[in-house]
T-cell receptor, first 118, second 110 residues
Framework: GAGVSQSPRYKVAKRGQDVALRCDPISGHVSLFWYQQALGQGPEFLTYFQNEAQLDKSGLPSDRFFAERPEGSVSTLKIQRTQQEDSAVYLC????????????????FGPGTRLTVL | LAKTTQPISMDSYEGQEVNITCSHNNIATNDYITWYQQFPSQGPRFIIQGYKTKVTNEVASLFIPADRKSSTLSLPRVSLSDTAVYYCLVVGLGANNLFFGTGTRLTVIP
């Protein structure tokens, strides 16, 4: 079946603009995660959903970052008043299991959205 | 989250076996050792996971000594397409996020 998809793949924004990044997880996956990956670094956790509930947003770097998953499937990561330091690849991942599931919570990643803030 | 330490980069010739060692001195009883692979312009992909001793699948083998303070990912007979970044993670059962670190950049040379 289809994997995790993300759109757009590339986004260029002027400093101060708002952006919205979309994630379509694998159908039936309960858990959804957002990560931020700076150039040359590993992905860093932003936030986690179990169905429509946002259970952990401890990784969101500021209150300019907001994520939602209103119907427990598609998720949107919104960044308000973008800054240059927000330039990164934003990765979405989904997982079949709820917290405490088997297989150590294997996560399936999308290709990411590369955000460049000028 | 237990931190991991792994080499920043490695080079290997095609056809050779590659072993990437990761140390995780503070691993907890409920933690699993998990490896992900990431190609350029793609998201990470799960390779293998283990708790102790040895695990093998169609892609790789994972060796974990009894004290579990380190692990070794073994890639048999690498090809150019194995050039990627490999991340060693320690993941608690029920954890809701993954801590990737900087990974090991493997370059396979013809």
């Amino acid at each position: 079946g289809a994997g995790v998809s993300q759109s757009p793949r590339y986004k260029v924004a002027k400093r101060g603009q708002d952006v919205a990044l979309r994630c379509d997880p694998i159908s039936g996956h309960v858990s959804l995660f957002w990560y931020q990956q700076a150039l040359g670094q590993g992905p860093e956790f932003l936030t986690y959903f179990q169905n429509e509930a946002q259970l952990d947003k401890s990784g969101l770097p500021s209150d300019r970052f907001f994520a939602e998953r209103p119907e427990g499937s598609v998720s949107t990561l919104k960044i308000q008043r973008t800054q240059q330091e927000d330039s990164a690849v934003y990765l979405c991942a989904s997982s079949l299991a709820e917290r405490g599931g088997s297989r150590g919570n294997e996560q399936f990643f999308g290709p990411g959205t590369r955000l460049t803030v000028l | 989250l237990a931190k991991t330490t792994q080499p920043i980069s490695m080079d290997s010739y095609e056809g050779q076996e590659v072993n990437i060692t990761c140390s995780h001195n503070n691993i907890a009883t409920n933690d699993y050792i998990t490896w992900y692979q990431q190609f350029p312009s793609q998201g990470p992909r799960f390779i293998i996971q283990g708790y102790k001793t040895k695990v093998t699948n169609e892609v790789a083998s994972l060796f974990i000594p009894a004290d579990r303070k380190s692990s070794t990912l073994s890639l048999p007979r690498v090809s150019l397409s194995d050039t990627a970044v490999y991340y060693c993670l320690v993941v608690g059962l029920g954890a809701n996020n993954l801590f990737f670190g900087t990974g090991t950049r493997l370059t396979v040379i013809p």
